[in-house]
């Protein structure tokens, strides 16, 4: 079992910035991809970014240029900086994570539980 718990989410006004965290924990072999995806009302859940563990990072185009996607492997911990932000960037932010379990080896694909992210004047 792989827990992933996220923090970093808030209100803010347009222009702001808002940092998010997320750091995997459990049966944990090994860490792949991590990646962030959020969902706005009414509309399905997107990927916003996600990170190789060789550090290689790609972007959904309406966030290129103002979002950053990092990550920590020795703290199982992905980020996501998030600069000058939209109203059309609220939404519930989900960190996921691609890797193996401890033990069994066997492939996992988890979820957080999701952070919310306003933004508003």
């Known amino acids: 079992q792989v827990q992933l718990v996220e923090s970093g989410g808030g209100s803010v006004q347009p222009g702001g910035s808002l940092r998010l965290s997320c750091a995997a924990s459990?049966?944990?072999?090994?860490?792949?991809?991590m990646g962030w995806y959020r969902q706005a009302p009414g509309k399905q859940r997107e990927l916003v970014a996600f990170?190789?563990?060789?550090?290689?990072?790609n972007y959904k185009d309406s966030v290129k240029g103002r979002f950053t996607i990092s990550r920590d492997n020795a703290k199982n911990t992905v980020y996501l900086q998030m600069n000058s932000l939209k109203p059309e960037d609220t939404a519930v932010y989900y960190c996921?994570?691609?890797?193996?379990?401890?033990?069994?080896?066997?492939?996992?694909?988890?979820w957080g539980q999701g952070t919310q992210v306003t933004v508003s004047s």
């Open positions: 996921n994570a691609v890797g193996l379990y401890s033990g069994s080896y066997a492939r996992f694909a988890s």
């Open positions: 459990g049966s944990i072999f090994s860490l792949d991809t």
């Open positions: 990170i190789t563990s060789g550090g290689t990072a």
